[in-house]
């Protein structure tokens, strides 16, 4: 069973960097077949598609947040990483690291993470 | 980006109750479309995929239907546990985008 699970602060300062790791069990990040990819979730904005990795590099950004996006992974720990530069409140939400599978269809979740952006 | 428009917004609905949510897109998709359930607290869940597909372990009285902008979800019979939000989301072209969501309460 493929679990994966979200870690990182709570509380990020505006403007300074969000991160966030995935660690993903029951399943290897360094597959080929999989995109792992980052939704967040607000009350504004709804559930929106942050972007994805996949084969251990080729990486796809929303355009609208592109310019503040890295996804990355990591290999040896079986994990997966987000960073948003520059935060504002417009960033506050829940955050959540999934599987991809087929290149159509989200098959697993983490929890979720809230992530909050405030002095 | 294509939008995504659901309705309605919300329904009550009754225990064995038929439920139907559609979702159009702003654009053609083909069957590019997934339905999820929600829960309070948790993380959405894959009930459809290729807007008909029944994902594995997802109760039949689930069902989708629909191709290129218009699309339907239909709870055959409504069951206690049935009682969420639900989305849809196009896997079309990126950016992928969700519905805004369907809250089903109980009435």
């Known amino acids: 069973q493929v679990q994966l699970q979200e870690s990182g602060p709570g509380l990020v300062k505006p403007s300074e960097t969000l991160s966030l790791t995935c660690t993903v069990s029951g399943g290897s990040v360094s597959r080929g077949s999989y995109y792992w990819t980052w939704i967040r979730q607000s009350p504004e904005k709804g559930l929106e598609w942050i972007g994805y990795?996949?084969?251990?590099?080729?990486?796809n950004y929303n355009p609208s947040l592109k310019s503040r996006i890295t996804i990355s992974v990591d290999m040896s720990k079986n994990q997966f990483s987000l960073k948003v530069s520059s935060v504002t409140a417009a960033d506050t939400a829940v955050y959540y690291c999934?599987?991809?599978?087929?290149?159509?269809?989200?098959?697993?979740w983490g929890q979720g993470t809230r992530v909050t952006v405030s002095s | 980006a294509i939008q995504m428009t659901q309705s309605p917004s919300s329904l009550s609905a009754s225990v064995g109750d038929r439920v139907t949510i559609t979702c159009r897109a702003s654009q053609g998709i083909r069957d590019d479309l997934g339905w999820y359930q929600q829960k309070p607290g948790k993380a959405p869940k894959l009930l459809i995929y290729a807007a008909s597909s029944l994902q594995s372990g997802v109760p039949s009285r689930f069902s989708g239907s629909g191709s290129g902008r218009d699309f339907t979800l239909t709870i055959s019979s409504l069951q206690p546990e049935d009682f969420a939000t639900y989305y849809c989301l196009q896997d079309y072209i990126y950016p992928w985008t969700f519905g805004q969501g369907t809250k089903v309460e109980i009435k």
């Open positions: 999934a599987r991809v599978v087929g290149a159509t269809r989200i098959d697993y």
């Open positions: 990795i996949y084969d251990s590099g080729s990486t």
